[in-house]
């Protein structure tokens, strides 16, 4: 996963850039060395950016329920010793699943296979794919890249339908915001004698802004989803249905059913 915690820390120094900028042409205050230190906070800022594409391995430890308990990132130094945690708790309790991102799928074909697309995801493309013993998602985008399994049993047959916005427009929502104050502000740092005057960088800018209005709304428009639940009625995992594979969960609902009637 990407560490999209530095763009914010650009973005947080280029608007603080920006508000110290207005207040100082506010009460007029000028000398030769506020353009120049402006400029180099931002360039600052800028050189953080590299920072949020790079990508860090991440361990969560779950609970019976599949809660996550906790998240740690590592590195080559960091991921013997936790490797080593690992193999402690596993000596310690009954752990039912171990799942590393290296692991491959299994050789046979899968029984059923759903491809989705979730375009405010960061083009998140998420392959589900249904083998004779569990459920495995592959999921991988700009920012992450995500392997999930869970098996049968753990699963208790019962599903529902609901119908809910897509919260990830919020996602898409501040990243606009986050990229049009950050290329307006450092734009009119480095570029301010040009321009004065310009009306096409204004309605740029404007124009950029307005966005966010239809981009906010995007949440509230509702898509059906088909949820799978545990034995404690906790969602295991969800497909978002359609008319082209409503046919296809109709027989993966029966499949996955049948699988737990068996074990029961």
């Excluded at 009119?188 to 321009?195: A, C, P």
């Excluded at 307005?210 to 059906?224: A, D, G, N, Q, V």
Aim: net charge negative; charged share 20%.
């Amino acid at each position: 996963m990407m560490d999209l915690g530095w763009l914010w820390a650009t973005f947080i120094i280029v608007v603080i850039v920006g508000i110290v900028d207005l207040g100082l042409d506010y009460f007029c205050v000028s000398s030769p060395i506020i353009p120049i230190t402006e400029k180099v906070v931002t360039f600052f800022a800028l050189a953080l950016i590299p920072f949020a594409f790079r990508q860090y391995e991440y361990y969560s430890f779950l609970d019976a329920e599949r809660n996550y308990l906790a998240t740690v990132k590592v590195n080559n130094k960091s991921k013997k010793a936790l490797l080593e945690a690992v193999a402690l708790i596993k000596s310690k309790t009954e752990v039912s699943s171990v799942t590393y991102f290296t692991d491959s799928l299994p050789d046979t074909p899968p029984i059923f296979q759903i491809t989705e697309f979730d375009f405010p995801d960061f083009l998140n493309k998420s392959q589900m794919q249904f083998y004779e013993d569990k459920f495995i998602e592959v999921e991988k985008s700009l920012t992450e890249e995500m392997t999930t399994a869970i098996k049968y049993d753990e699963l208790s047959g019962k599903t529902t339908v609901i119908k809910m916005g897509d919260k990830n427009w919020d996602t898409v929502w501040s990243y606009w915001l986050m990229f049009v104050c950050i290329t307006g502000i450092s734009i009119s740092s480095f570029f301010s004698n040009y321009l004065a005057g310009n009306w096409l960088y204004a309605k740029l800018l404007g124009g950029g802004l307005i966005l966010l209005i239809p981009l906010f709304f995007l949440r509230y428009i509702k898509s059906e989803i088909l949820v799978f639940h545990d034995h404690k009625d906790n969602a295991a995992f969800w497909i978002r249905t359609n008319s082209a594979n409503r046919e296809k969960l109709n027989q993966i609902v029966e499949f996955i059913k049948g699988k737990v009637e068996s074990k029961t």
